[in-house]
């Protein structure tokens, strides 16, 4: 069974970059069946699609993010990141890693979350 | 404001059935088949209930279905239990550049 979790730091200061891995276990990232997805969820709001990454590199991004989003993807790590520059406190989230099916878009595999607060 | 539109809050009792409706356009619920839907318990992550519109993943009961006429896209909740009390968010593929679209959540109370 194919497991997900969400490391990086806590808490960012404003105007910085926040940065966050997500490691894959019980599976390969490099599946050809999945894209490797972030979501968000500030708090007491709904969630947001930040974007998604094949393990190729070939990326999607959220428009109203991609001025300040980068996705990568380390295969030999079973690892995707996010990062995700210029953070104000409206980034203050709890950010999921998630696995989205390449053929529809459906996300059947979550990560538990990890908190990001924006705050100097 | 979000993508697509669900009820705020929703209720039944025990043994009873709810439905929650989530509306969009035909630029995505109303255009594909790429409907899903998430149930997410306080302090957890979201859960994937119903995919392609109505496709039910292992394990889920089969007492979530899913459904869509038109526009709007239906998850429907039947012999209600205590432990279906929960937000539940639909999303949608759309063919504006965003991709891929959530509802607002809708919150279910069981009575």
């Known amino acids: 069974q194919v497991h997900l979790q969400e490391s990086g730091p806590g808490l960012v200061k404003p105007s910085e970059t926040l940065s966050l891995t997500c490691t894959v276990s019980g599976g390969s990232v490099s599946s050809g069946s999945y894209y490797w997805s972030w979501i968000r969820q500030p708090p007491g709001k709904g969630l947001e699609w930040i974007g998604y990454i094949f393990y190729s590199g070939s990326t999607t991004y959220n428009p109203s993010l991609k001025s300040r989003v980068t996705m990568s993807v380390d295969t030999s790590k079973d690892q995707f990141s996010l990062r995700l520059s210029s953070v104000t406190a409206a980034d203050t989230a709890v950010y999921y890693c998630v696995r989205k099916n390449y053929y529809s878009y459906y996300m059947d595999v979550w990560g538990k979350g990890t908190t990001v607060t924006v705050s100097s | 404001q979000s993508a697509l539109t669900q009820p705020a809050s929703v209720s039944g009792s025990p043994g009873q059935s709810i439905t929650i409706s989530c509306t969009g356009t035909?630029?995505?619920?109303?255009?594909?088949?790429?409907v899903s839907w998430y149930q997410q318990h306080p302090g957890k992550a979201p859960k994937l209930m119903i995919y392609d519109v109505s496709g039910r993943p292992s394990g889920i009961s089969n007492r979530f279905s899913g459904s869509k006429s038109g526009n709007t896209a239906s998850l429907t909740i039947s012999g209600l239990q205590a432990e279906d009390e929960a937000d539940y968010y639909c999303s949608s593929y759309t063919s504006t550049s965003t991709h891929v679209v959530f509802g607002g959540g809708t919150k279910l109370t069981v009575l």
């Open positions: 035909s630029s995505d619920v109303g255009g594909y088949n790429y």
